[in-house]
C-alpha cells in the first residue's frame, strides 16, 4: 500500500488562518522534485477523453480533445458523434470561445468566458498542470499528498479539492488518467483516454 505524505499544513495562528506549504523534506524529496522538474518541461502535448460536470441538480457531459503548446490552448468539446459543441483557443493574453451556435466571445480569461456562456467554468490555468500529476506551481496549496514514488494522490490548491488517481504505470514520471474536482457544490471528472506528444495543430 502506497505511504501518503502530507507535505502542506494549514496552522492557526491568533485566531487568522494562516496557509503554510512547507519545505518537501524528508526521504522523499528528492523523488518528488525529480519527477516534477521533468514534468515541468513536457509543455507540448494532447490529450483526449471525456468531460463531465455536475453543478447543483444541472450536469453537462462531452467530449474533450485538448491541445497545448507551450501557452497556447485549443480546446475542443464534443458531443457523442465528435460534432464540436464548443471550441475555446488562445493563451494567456486573449481567448476566443466559440459556442455551438456558431457564435464567438472574446476576452483575456477563459473561465470568465466559460462561466458568462455556458454556465460554468472550471480552472484551466491549473488544470494544466494538474493533468501532468503535478500542482500548478503559480498557486499556493493547503495540502498536497503524494505516494512512496513522488506521484500526487490530493491537492488542495486555488479554492479547488483535487484528487488524482489510475496512474497509467508504476513509474514515478506515471500520468493521472482521472482527474477529479471540487468547490463548493460543483463537481467536474476529467477522464484521459489517451494523450501524445504533438505540436501539429488542425
Known amino acids: 500500500m502506497k505511504r501518503v505524505l502530507v507535505l502542506a499544513v494549514c496552522l492557526t495562528l491568533a485566531g487568522c488562518a494562516t496557509i503554510v506549504k512547507t519545505p518537501r523534506s524528508g526521504p522523499y524529496r528528492g523523488v518528488v522534485e525529480s519527477r516534477l522538474t521533468q514534468l515541468a518541461e513536457q509543455n507540448t502535448w494532447l490529450l483526449e477523453g471525456r468531460l463531465a460536470i455536475r453543478k447543483g441538480d444541472e450536469g453537462f457531459s462531452a467530449g474533450i480533445r485538448w491541445q497545448q ?53 472550471i480552472p484551466l490555468d491549473s488544470l494544466k498542470y494538474w493533468v501532468k500529476g503535478m500542482p500548478d506551481p503559480h498557486k499556493v496549496s493547503w495540502r498536497e499528498e503524494y505516494d512512496d514514488i513522488g506521484r500526487p494522490l490530493l491537492l488542495d490548491q486555488a479554492d479547488w479539492h483535487v484528487k488524482l488517481s489510475r496512474y497509467d504505470s508504476d513509474q514515478p514520471l506515471a500520468l493521472p488518467k482521472m482527474v477529479r474536482l471540487e468547490r463548493e457544490g460543483f463537481r467536474a471528472k476529467l477522464l484521459i483516454d489517451s494523450r501524445s506528444l504533438s505540436e501539429n495543430r488542425e
Open 69 to 121: 503548446k507551450d501557452e497556447d490552448f485549443d480546446i475542443r468539446l464534443l458531443d457523442p458523434l465528435g460534432r464540436r459543441v464548443a471550441w475555446l483557443v488562445g493563451n494567456p493574453r486573449r481567448v476566443s470561445l466559440t459556442t455551438v451556435d456558431g457564435k464567438t466571445y472574446k476576452g483575456v480569461d477563459p473561465q470568465l468566458l466559460l462561466k458568462q456562456n455556458l454556465g460554468w467554468a
